[in-house]
């Protein structure tokens, strides 16, 4: 039988800003349950959801985790022609079922009408858009529009903002989400090898800018818009600025970690 969770899946926007860091179990914020968190980076087959969903599906039950991130476009690889995948894509069922199964929130990336370059929400009651990338990069701009709001999701009281890759390098972007009070700043992002140290100099900034978790699903493998070798190392930081877990280059990989 799977786990029995509380299901607190809000999504918050500016609007709803709060002035202090906010008790949202009514437990106090010392009290919540470890939140068990996981980084994955899937072999992605180019333009196939059917079988990066399997993928997904299988990462998810391989990470135990309450809350699953994966990197950007992580359903169809950086393919910048990829067709908009729907929040009811049948192809999307077995990441459904495995969310069922486990208990688990899978924050996965994919295209949605708009357009934009997004992060699907994932349960085991289905999948909706939880978050629309703001910060464009490149050729990105010839197809796609930027979101307009940061966005925060409440997982058993711990809150959870959501980035997708160039927006960990805006600092306004995260300032915005901060302000929205959270725990958590959580990206799904695509680099190359050689720029692998990007990822660590973004999250050491935010880290010593907002004192919260940094939670970084990198891409691994090969992709399209020129990704013929993708930095994959995907991470957890401390909210003091130290790796706390971290997976290798190669695809398939993941780390999870338990976050208190």
Not at 4 to 30: N, Q, S, W
Not at 177 to 197: K, N, P, Q, R
């Amino acid at each position: 039988m799977p786990p029995r969770y509380e299901a607190i899946l809000r999504v918050d926007h500016e609007a709803d800003r709060p002035t202090t860091r906010v008790d949202h179990i009514g437990k106090g914020v010392e009290n919540r349950t470890p939140l068990r968190l996981a980084v994955a980076q899937p072999t992605c087959v180019p333009l196939d959801v059917a079988e990066n969903g399997r993928a997904h599906a299988a990462a998810v039950r391989a990470a135990r985790a309450r809350v699953v991130v994966f990197p950007e476009l992580s359903l169809t690889g950086y393919e910048l022609d990829a067709p908009v995948v729907s929040v009811g894509d049948p192809r999307l069922t077995p990441l459904v079922e495995a969310c069922a199964e486990t208990g688990a929130l899978a924050l996965a990336g994919a295209p949605v009408a708009g357009d934009h370059i997004a992060m699907l929400a994932v349960t085991g009651g289905g999948a909706t858009v939880a978050y629309r990338k703001m910060w464009l990069g490149g050729a990105e701009s010839r197809r796609f529009r930027p979101g307009d709001a940061p966005a925060v999701f409440d997982v058993d009281g711990w809150r959870v903002g959501l980035a997708i890759c160039k927006d960990t390098g805006v600092a306004a972007h995260a300032a915005r989400t901060a302000a929205l009070g959270i725990d958590v700043y959580a990206a799904g992002v695509l680099e190359s090898a050689e720029d692998s140290a990007v990822i660590d100099e973004r999250a050491g900034r935010i880290t010593a800018a907002h004192r919260v978790w940094v939670a970084v699903a990198s891409f691994a493998g090969s992709t399209g818009g020129g990704y013929t070798e993708a930095a994959g190392r995907s991470g957890v930081w401390t909210p003091e600025g130290e790796v706390y877990a971290r997976a290798g280059t190669e695809p398939g990989e993941s780390v999870s970690v338990s976050l208190d």
